[in-house]
């Protein structure tokens, strides 16, 4: 009778992809990988798990400056809220915002060079703005084709039935620019859905993609959540490296509770227009936005931006990936010249395994599994961060090789 009523299955299947990732998942709480609880002895470079007492280094955050820990930017969450004397409004900002609120987005805006649309995470953002640009609502009303890369992330991923209803929603596979361009040369508009550093390793072709852009009118839409404060001499970015100016036909989001250090996600948008029209458009218009805490870190963490202390760890975040690179030459290690790395040991357990025997070690490497990547293609990722003394990331290429060497 259940067949009867199963959904078609066009762009997602929770009958095949939940038991594939509980079977995963339960190997790793059965390893005991799941569920720690800890209390931070030194950032994150230090950790102890409360009940044994393991005291291990954590190379599954996506803090890769180690701003989360900045006492700068806990004192400017602390202050907000001492000033504010609330901890938000509960309703839709385009109506009525606290002053603090409009503070942030002002220096946001300044600080990046283009309009700065904040909310509670890149996936509410995703979730209000790409329905809009399928069915042609950020431009003339027309809908685009969109085109998503295989490896888009899931809070992206996740909308394609939804941006199916409006229009034509096809998968690129991953950085394939002459698929793309085909699309571009088939359909008079299109829309690219990507990121800049991708979460399981590599980059995005940002020449490529901007020269189709540019050939075609193409729009991108481009998530550049794990480069943002990790690049750039303001932290600006992978993406913005090559989409300087964003125009109508470019929005990057990129989320602020990485390396930037505070909580929440933000949209860089070139036009005005279009960033007051997102305001009150659906997810961005109910009473979810950034709570006051979390606008007072955002400023906490932007006055670290604007001094020196952004560059200093952004070199040493620079020099850790070099020396990671360098120890781990000739294994199979995705990833080259990011902060991100992920080694493929192919099956469910053997990924468990790895990260396990690097627990012991001392360090916190997440095992990796499908549906986030591929079937076969399990392993362990690994972030490095700015705030991971050389002592630490050298012994931690030295152990990980260790412990590839003795995989079964």
Not at 58 to 74: D, E, F, K
Not at 181 to 194: F, L, N, T
Not at 255 to 280: N, Q
Request: glycine share 10%; aromatic share 8%; proline share 3%.
């Amino acid at each position: 009778m259940s067949e009867d009523i199963v959904g078609p299955h066009r762009f997602r299947n929770n009958r095949k992809m939940v038991p594939a990732a509980e079977a995963a998942w339960g190997l790793s709480e059965k390893h005991g990988m799941l569920g720690l609880v800890v209390e931070a002895v030194d950032g994150q470079n230090r950790l102890r798990e409360i009940d044994s007492g393991h005291e291990f280094a954590n190379l599954s955050s996506c803090s890769y400056l180690g701003l989360n820990s900045h006492p700068a930017v806990i004192e400017a969450g602390r202050a907000a809220l001492a000033d504010e004397r609330i901890t938000g409004l509960s309703m839709g900002e385009f109506r009525i915002r606290l002053g603090i609120m409009n503070r942030l987005e002002e220096e946001l805006a300044e600080h990046f060079g283009t309009h700065v649309l904040p909310s509670v995470s890149c996936g509410v953002l995703s979730a209000a703005i790409l329905p809009l640009l399928a069915s042609g609502h950020l431009g003339d009303g027309e809908p685009l084709v969109v085109v998503f890369d295989r490896f888009a992330h899931f809070s992206m991923n996740f909308l394609k039935p939804i941006v199916a209803d409006e229009t034509l929603v096809l998968t690129c596979p991953h950085n394939d620019m002459q698929f793309l361009e085909d699309v571009c040369r088939r359909y008079p508009r299109v829309a690219y859905v990507c990121e800049g550093v991708y979460s399981v390793g590599g980059q995005a072709d940002l020449a490529g993609i901007k020269a189709l852009q540019d050939r075609y009118g193409m729009f991108v839409y481009l998530d550049d959540s794990h480069a943002l404060s990790a690049v750039g001499p303001r932290g600006e970015g992978y993406a913005r490296t090559v989409f300087e100016d964003l125009g109508a036909r470019t929005v990057i989001v990129a989320s602020i509770a990485k390396a930037f250090g505070s909580t929440g996600g933000i949209a860089m948008i070139g036009e005005r227009h279009i960033y007051d029209f997102l305001y009150r458009s659906g997810p961005l218009a109910w009473s979810q936005g950034l709570r006051t805490a979390a606008v007072g870190t955002s400023l906490g963490a932007l006055r670290v931006h604007r001094g020196p202390e952004l560059t200093q760890r952004q070199r040493q975040l620079a020099h850790n990936i070099a020396l990671f690179d360098d120890r781990l030459r000739g294994h199979e290690v995705r990833g080259t010249g990011s902060h991100i790395k992920f080694v493929t040991v192919g099956d469910n357990d053997r990924a468990v395994r790895l990260s396990t025997d690097l627990y012991r070690r001392g360090y916190y490497c997440s095992a990796m599994f499908f549906p986030i990547v591929a079937q076969g293609d399990a392993g362990v990722r690994m972030m490095l961060r700015g705030d991971m003394p050389t002592e630490l990331a050298e012994r931690f290429a030295d152990d990980l090789v260790d412990a590839l060497a003795g995989l079964e």
